[in-house]
């Protein structure tokens, strides 16, 4: 079975671009999780989906951030408008049904300047 | 508020040598679970093993085990034999159960390098 895919791996953007960050779960899963992590910060949930529906939505991630899952195969993480603050390797995770470990993919490294 | 510590930014070993590393957390909940991953150089995380709350027995996979004390809220990943493939920045994580699902929290990860 593949396992989680991330795309793109780097990415560098502008401040104020808008920019887009995909994610495949592994096929049957039915959570995915997106995490933010820097070195001061460590792992933050971004936002976590079950069956494709909203469960989570970081609070203090909510005003540039916006997770989207309109399949089960698919998510989607825009950050509009980027700031520099936000430089940081992008994380998507994925559940099997009735499971609680999570499975990464190798992540998106993301650069504001 | 749940909150994982890992109070050991770094960690060293030789080839063959047995690791541990510890975490500490903090938790309301009554059954919950706790888990360890290890993200490699690459930026990969990989999950390892992981301890339910309910189970008094200790966790093994392959050459990873765990020593869980539930009273004092402490848990230890034991690597046996580790080899220079361990190196890597090792996570515990703890479960929390929200309406519907669940999440994790991370701790601070401490990072193990293991000499040849």
């Known amino acids: 079975d593949a396992g989680v895919t991330q795309t793109p791996r780097h990415e560098v953007a502008e401040k104020g671009q808008t920019i887009i960050l995909k994610c495949e779960p592994v096929s049957g899963h039915n959570d995915l999780f997106w995490y933010r992590q820097t070195k001061i910060q460590g792992l933050e949930l971004l936002s976590y989906?079950?069956?494709?529906?909203?469960?989570?939505d970081g609070g203090a991630f909510k005003d540039r951030f916006k997770a989207e899952m309109l399949n089960s195969s698919f998510s989607t993480l825009k950050i509009q408008p980027t700031e520099p603050k936000d430089s940081a390797v992008y994380l998507c995770?994925?559940?099997?049904?009735?499971?609680?470990?999570?499975?990464f993919g190798p992540g998106t490294r993301l650069t504001v300047l | 508020a749940q909150r994982v510590t890992q109070v050991q930014p770094t960690g060293s070993s030789q080839w063959g040598e047995e690791v541990t590393l510890d975490c500490s957390y903090e938790t309301s909940e009554y059954f919950y679970r706790i888990f360890w991953y290890r993200q490699l150089f690459s930026g990969e995380m990989v999950f390892l093993i992981y301890?339910?709350?309910?189970?008094?027995q200790n966790q093994r996979s392959g050459r990873y085990s765990v020593v869980f004390q539930k009273s004092f809220k402490s848990i230890s990943l034991v690597i046996s034999a580790s080899q220079p493939e361990d190196s890597g920045t090792y996570f515990c994580?703890?479960?929390?159960?929200?309406?519907?699902?669940?999440?994790?929290?991370f701790g601070t990860g401490t990072s193990l390098l293991v000499d040849p």
């Open positions: 994580a703890l479960s929390e159960l929200i309406f519907g699902g669940y999440k994790l929290t």
């Open positions: 989906f079950r069956s494709k529906s909203l469960m989570e």
């Open positions: 301890q339910p709350s309910f189970d008094t």
């Open positions: 995770a994925s559940s099997p049904p009735g499971q609680y470990e999570q499975y």
